[in-house]
């Protein structure tokens, strides 16, 4: 099977992470230093505690575990990939990234309850049954998984074993999206070819935005987010639309996800300063399109990478979505008010 390259580094990437017990929690002195500890990016943070859990124990008080995590007082959202979590909350990204663990006093009017792994993992096939509806117009495949496979796909996201994975979502044929910007294999280097597979040009896309009224040129002065409000959740598909002579963009999937913020009208111009009226009898008018955004667009960030907006998207599908068949953008934009005096 085989495995583009900027896919294993997906995979493979990790989030240095500096969790701290909460304050409230300490029953001893001195308090335990804070933990260290590698994240996956594609992983969930709830699974970090068989890591967490043994080095705090010592120091927890009596009573019932509710793990959950927060990041300068906000409670973060446990179904949230790791990696996503940090592009959207640290503009300028802070390493390690300093996190507060919580085992008592779960915020549960913020968070839907997490009842430990069964819950991620059931949480994750969700989203695969929701991206396979959005790709295949059916979630079948994904329900009449067997239940070897569906534990060895699993095991292949907790693992980060791509080898793994690969081997299980081919059998889901959620297919791939036409690439020609990519590097193309030589005949007989995989084992597998994706004969058989959907091209699909409805693509499932979670997009998280963060809108700014102040401008700012410096990742350390955008504004700190501290409520859920803040953030405006998207979680609509982009369908790919090709037009000859041109590739379709990141831009463009933006544009297509968030039309209130960015559009054009069009107007029609006469050349040569010929008026108009003149210009309409020799029918020489050329059709201009004139961009009529309300925002500026600040910051994309995709597992940790800010790409440029003129890449070819079917690129950006392929190689940085997560397990779940979703690409997961974060997305920072300065919102104009407009004066509708």
């Known amino acids: 099977m085989l495995i583009m390259e900027a896919q294993k ?23 335990p230093p804070p933990a260290l500890i590698l994240a996956p990016r594609i992983g969930y943070l709830p699974l970090l505690i068989a890591l967490i859990k043994p080095y705090f124990s010592s120091a ?21 990939p790791t990696g996503v979590l940090f592009d959207l909350l640290c503009a300028e990204p802070e390493r390690p990234w300093n996190l507060t663990v919580h085992f008592r006093g779960y915020p549960a009017n913020i968070l839907i309850p997490c009842e430990g792994e069964d819950a991620v993992k059931w949480s994750f096939i969700n989203s695969l049954k929701e991206a396979a509806y959005i790709i295949n117009g ?5 329900m009449n998984m067997s239940q070897s496979d569906q534990v060895e796909l699993w095991r292949s996201v907790m693992n980060g074993n791509v080898e793994a994975y690969q081997r299980v979502s081919f059998k889901l044929k959620l297919g791939t999206v036409e690439d020609e910007y990519s590097v193309k294999p030589q005949q007989g280097t995989c084992e597998t070819d994706m004969t058989g597979q959907v091209k699909t040009g409805r693509i499932p896309i979670r997009l998280y935005v963060c809108s700014v009224s102040e401008d700012f040129d410096d990742l350390e002065d955008v504004p700190k ?44 111009e006469s050349p040569n300063n010929i008026p108009l009226e003149d210009a309409r009898e020799s029918k020489a008018e050329e059709v201009v399109n004139v961009c009529n955004d309300v925002a500026e ?8 990478i800010e790409p440029k907006l003129e890449i070819p998207f079917s690129w950006v599908v392929n190689n940085l979505m997560n397990p779940d068949y979703f690409l997961h953008i974060s997305l920072y934009v300065k919102v104009t008010t407009l004066n509708t005096t």
């Open 9 to 31: 580094y997906v995979w493979e990437g990790a989030i240095p992470l500096q969790i701290h017990l909460h304050e409230s929690e300490v029953t001893t002195f001195p308090p």
């Open 225 to 268: 987010i501290d409520s859920w409000d803040k953030i405006s959740f998207i979680n609509r598909p982009v369908e790919i639309h090709k037009e000859e002579g041109k590739y379709f963009s990141l831009h463009d999937a933006i544009k297509a996800l968030l039309p209130e913020l960015f559009s054009e009208k069009t107007l029609i």
């Open 138 to 142: 059916n979630c079948k495949n994904i």
């Open 297 to 304: 667009i600040k910051l994309v960030r995709i597992q940790g």
């Open 60 to 80: 927890l008080p009596p009573g019932v575990d509710t793990l959950w995590f927060d990041y300068k007082g906000l409670p973060l959202k446990w179904y949230t």
